[in-house]
């Protein structure tokens, strides 16, 4: 390898959205920083099967209302 093109490579904290902590090796921050995860595999619907919705400033309820019939058949 050439020296000196590549970036440092040392030892990092990990904690996860549940407060469990690992030690892993990284190029992110400086050796012995810490990163904070937000979605880990423990909370991110795509590993856990569990679905959550949130309906922030009632953008859900607004579609809903919009398009809410849309497909439905009058009786006639």
């Given amino acids: 390898m050439k020296s000196g093109i590549h970036p440092d490579y040392h030892e990092i904290n990990v ?37 959550r919705m949130l309906d922030t400033g009632g953008q859900v309820a607004k579609f809903n209302k919009k398009f809410g019939g849309l497909g439905r058949r009058a009786k006639a």
Avoid: F, N
Wanted: with cysteine; aromatic share 8%; charged share 20%.
């Fill in 15 to 51: 904690i996860m959205t549940d407060g469990t902590e690992y030690k892993t090796r990284s190029c992110y921050g400086q050796a012995g920083a810490t990163l904070r995860l937000d979605i880990d595999p423990k909370s991110h619907p795509a590993w856990t099967g569990v679905q």
